[in-house]
């Protein structure tokens, strides 16, 4: 969910995967929430793994990070522009949304969940600060785990790699450690359970991708379809499984590995087919960020009104939640024109260039 600091070949299969993995968390929340609020299943409970979106979105993350910002490792006079590029990207679509659920929590109480909305914890969550309790926007808790992967990023940004390589490699093998349950933290220190927490090692996977689309190009380039096919095979059959078998699932090892091997798949297809892709599919992955940020407080809203005003009866498992999926989608797509991409152009022209004169941007 990055730009790229240096030009590069649009990789529009990616993008296309992305939009697909916002669609996923959209159905997975209404499939959730009409489950608890309605008594009703959506689509035979099929998007029941559709949180496996949110895995993508790191796996790519950390991909994008190593693909796109290699060449500023170890270079500490770049750390400034990461960082506030970074920024620019992430919270001032996130405050937007977080203050305008905020101001509806603050008009009708009765919506916030019994949400503790002290001007501390608004402050945290504004901040995406790691806390106990999730964000204000219930999806934040994703965008601090991106903040603390770029952290790490971070520092292998500003030490030279004979520095930061000791560092993160002790940082990766304590996560491994506690992903293998050799070491566990106690429950009351959050910080370090979600320092060294599971789901960062999908940031590793997509670091780990990277390398190999790098390194291994050539060598690896003939099987790309192949590869291609199995990922997604992989998920339709795991969705399946956890949908119908109620199955409980490590995502580390299984959606988090297929996604490195999609994305892997994807990079090589874009760089060396060049396949063609409908705009509309790629205007969705554009949108993917304004999606995932605007969906939640739409289901939750629409959801509470149908429970409150006792009409979940009407509230079917296909027709009515396809409608909302619908409306979600369209207005987090109207969200990024009018409101994410001119406020995100404007910003890079008067914030980002103005800063640091950077080189011409590609889009990944």
Same mark, same amino acid.
């Given at each position: ?14 993008? =296309? ?7 996923? =968390? =959209? ?18 409970? %099929? ?11 790191? =796996? ?6 190593? /693909?796109?910002?290699?060449? &500023? ?32 929590? @603050? ?11 002290? %001007?501390?914890?608004?402050? *945290? ?11 204000? +926007?219930? *999806? ?11 952290? @790490? ?14 560092? +993160? ?7 491994? +450690?506690?992903?293998?349950?050799? #070491? ?26 990277? /390398? ?23 998920? #339709?059959?795991?969705?399946?499984? *956890? &949908? ?14 297929? &996604?490195?091997? @999609? ?17 509309? @599919? ?15 407080? +739409? ?6 009104? %149908? ?21 979600? *989608? ?7 024109? %009018? ?20 080189? &011409?941007?590609?889009?990944?």
């Amino acid at each position: 969910m990055t730009k790229s600091s240096t030009p590069h070949k649009k990789l529009n299969l990616l993008q =296309v995967y992305r939009g697909i993995a916002a669609l996923l =968390v =959209v159905m997975f929340h209404i499939n959730q929430m009409s489950t608890e609020r309605l008594n009703q299943v959506t689509f035979f409970n %099929l998007f029941l793994a559709g949180e496996s979106g949110v895995d993508y979105f790191f =796996v790519l993350s950390g991909f994008i990070m190593v /693909y796109v910002h290699r060449s &500023a490792i170890g270079k500490k006079d770049q750390l400034k522009s990461f960082l506030v590029k970074r920024a620019v990207r992430i919270y001032p679509i996130y405050w937007i949304i977080t203050l305008t659920v905020l101001c509806f929590f @603050l008009v009708i109480p009765g919506f916030a969940n019994n949400q503790d909305l002290g %001007l501390g914890y608004v402050i *945290v969550s504004l901040l995406l600060i790691p806390q106990k309790d999730k964000p204000i +926007l219930d *999806v934040g808790w994703t965008l601090i785990y991106e903040l603390y992967f770029y952290f @790490l990023f971070s520092i292998a940004i500003w030490l030279k790699p004979k520095y930061s390589v000791p560092i +993160l490699s002790t940082w990766l093998f304590v996560t491994i +450690l506690q992903f293998c349950k050799i #070491v566990k933290f106690p429950g009351s220190l959050f910080l370090l359970n979600r320092g060294f927490g599971n789901m960062n090692l999908e940031f590793v996977w997509g670091c780990l991708a990277a /390398y190999i689309v790098i390194k291994y190009n050539n060598k690896i380039g003939k099987y790309r379809w192949i590869v291609f096919g199995i990922a997604n095979l992989g998920y #339709v059959i795991l969705g399946m499984l *956890v &949908a119908w078998r109620k199955i409980e699932i490590e995502r580390i090892t299984t959606f988090g590995l297929l &996604a490195a091997l @999609l994305i892997i798949a994807a990079t090589l297809i874009d760089l060396k087919d060049s396949p063609k892709i409908p705009y509309l @599919l790629i205007f969705l992955g554009d949108a993917s960020y304004s999606i995932f940020l605007t969906h939640g407080p +739409l289901i939750s809203a629409s959801t509470k009104i %149908l429970q409150k005003a006792n009409l979940g009866k009407y509230f079917d498992g296909f027709f009515a939640p396809a409608l909302l999926a619908l409306f979600a *989608v369209v207005f987090g797509c109207i969200f990024y024109s %009018l409101i994410e991409k001119p406020l995100t152009v404007f910003l890079r022209q008067n914030i980002v260039e103005k800063m640091f004169h950077p080189k &011409a941007e590609g889009r990944i």
